[in-house]
């Protein structure tokens, strides 16, 4: 059962890598750092928002519109954390109940 837990935090662990990475990634697009036209950075951006934008889209139906800020990164990050928490504090209850 301790396994499990490991690998689930581990998907975790990937998943905030991810998120983060998307964050950076769309700043420097922003900011014209570096651009779409570039073919390594189109794909990276293209794989990352086929990652993402669906658990992003599920967020942003229940977020306020704040016009050009958008918080489903942040929110899914908190959510990541939150949960992260919760499997670690909880560990091990979980492997004694198996």
Do not use: K, T
């Not at 499990?4 to 769309?26: C, G, R, Y």
């Not at 794989?47 to 990164?73: K, T």
């Not at 899914?76 to 504090?89: D, H, K, Q, S, T």
């Amino acid at each position: 059962m301790m396994s499990l837990l490991q690998i689930l935090l581990l998907i975790i662990q990937v998943a905030w890598f991810l998120v983060i990475v998307h964050i950076i990634l769309s700043w420097l697009i922003n900011f014209q750092v570096i651009n779409l036209r570039q073919p390594i950075v189109a794909s990276i951006w293209d794989g990352l928002n086929r990652l993402l934008e669906p658990v992003y889209s599920r967020i942003r139906r229940f977020l306020p519109d704040l016009g050009g800020i958008d918080l489903a990164p942040l929110v899914f990050l908190v959510g990541l954390y939150a949960l992260e928490i919760i499997i670690r504090n909880n560990a091990a209850a979980l492997v004694r109940g198996f």
